[in-house]
């Protein structure tokens, strides 16, 4: 059964950028209430993630990475992602980064699965 986090992440999408600009409440730029609501939702479900999650939850968790930093929460997903590798499937592994809709994350991915595998050679 897929979890809850991972469906509820499908659902949201991929984050709205703008998470760690320096605006405050009150200020001009200040995000409106459904973004930040939207972040808040993201954060939660991102938090909730069991790992090691399924495959069918890494390609939905794949599509709807943040695009751009959020305080954290990108490594979250991002470790996530990882849970599923399978040192004999590298390959696979590395189709599904190419799936990734955020660069960001698709450029963290494939040099940390470039590392890995320097780390066996």
Known sequence: MMQEAVLKI??????P???????????EGVPP????DLWEAYQDAADSI???VTWEEAE??????????MAGIEWTVLHGIES????EAVEDFRTLIEKCNSDMMKDM?????????????
């Open 10 to 15: 499908g659902e949201l999408g991929a984050p």
């Open 17 to 27: 950028e703008g998470f760690e600009e320096d605006v405050f409440p009150g200020d």
């Open 33 to 36: 209430d459904e973004t930040l």
């Open 50 to 52: 069991i790992r090691p």
């Open 60 to 69: 939905i968790l794949i599509k709807c990475c943040p695009t751009d930093h």
């Open 84 to 87: 599923v590798f399978n040192p």
């Open 109 to 121: 991915l494939l040099k940390r699965l470039q590392n890995y595998i320097r780390s066996r050679e």
